[in-house]
């Protein structure tokens, strides 16, 4: 079946830093990639989000890649702050309207 | 603002009870989804529906079963509560035609335990 996978499990990252996550999936006829943020408690919130027409995107201190013929897609975010700590959550479906498929998380941690 | 309510933050059932958890969203969004989140397993799938009486399942829709009535309510039925339910639940909601923004709404999520 369809799988998405996400690494590092967890990233520690000194405030001031860029961090990088990077994923991967298996169903070739995935066409949207949403990124997603949990904070410790909260809901999960889309933070960004790309599809295959386009191999990058940006949103102030966060961008994703993708490379569709890798099957690889990667988040960056620059200048981290403490507020940037969180769970984040890649993930992959074939249309926008489709079922999204998560990977297991990134655990960031930014320190001041 | 989209609003997502589940009905309980916090439940804890005994192994062979039927539970009902219940999901309501108030933007008229024709896309509904529930997942279970498990650490380092991250959101798991396990039934999806993209209109009124209709479901589809997910990844892990064993002892699972789900209702949809009507448009803004999406239940997740767990038919005889196992210790292996206990989880964190999130209920989600998107549109399901053209729109802007294709993200998910997330509830609050339902943290079960079986007991």
């Known amino acids: 079946g369809e799988n998405v996978e996400q690494h590092p499990s967890t990233l520690s990252v000194q405030e001031g830093d860029s961090a990088v996550i990077k994923c991967t999936y298996s169903?070739?006829?995935?066409?949207?990639f949403p990124w997603y943020k949990q904070e410790l408690g909260k809901r999960p919130q889309l933070i960004i989000d790309?599809?295959?027409?386009?191999g990058e995107k940006k949103d102030q201190r966060i961008a994703v890649t993708l490379n569709k013929t890798a099957k690889h897609f990667s988040l960056h975010i620059t200048e981290t702050q403490p507020e940037d700590s969180a769970v984040y959550f890649c993930?992959?479906?074939?249309?926008?309207?489709?079922?999204?498929?998560f990977g297991p998380g990134t655990s960031l941690s930014v320190i001041p | 603002d989209v609003k997502v309510t589940q009905s309980s933050r916090y439940l804890v059932k005994r192994t062979g009870e039927k539970v009902f958890l219940e999901c309501v969203q108030d933007?008229?969004?024709?896309?509904m989804f529930w997942y279970r989140q498990d650490p380092g397993l991250g959101l798991r799938l396990i039934y999806f529906?993209?209109?009124?009486?209709?479901?589809e399942k997910g990844d892990i829709p064993e002892g699972y079963s789900v209702s949809r009535e009507k448009k803004e309510r999406f239940s997740l039925i767990l038919e005889s509560a196992s210790t292996n339910q206990t989880s964190m639940y999130l209920c989600?909601?998107?549109?399901?035609?053209?729109?802007?923004?294709?993200?998910?709404?997330f509830g609050s999520g339902t943290r079960l335990t079986v007991v």
């Open positions: 989600a909601s998107r549109r399901g035609t053209l729109t802007s923004n294709y993200g998910y709404t």
């Open positions: 169903d070739s006829a995935s066409n949207y």
């Open positions: 790309i599809r295959s027409n386009v």
């Open positions: 993930a992959a479906s074939r249309t926008s309207y489709d079922k999204v498929i």
């Open positions: 933007m008229d969004h024709e896309n």
């Open positions: 529906s993209y209109d009124v009486k209709m479901k």
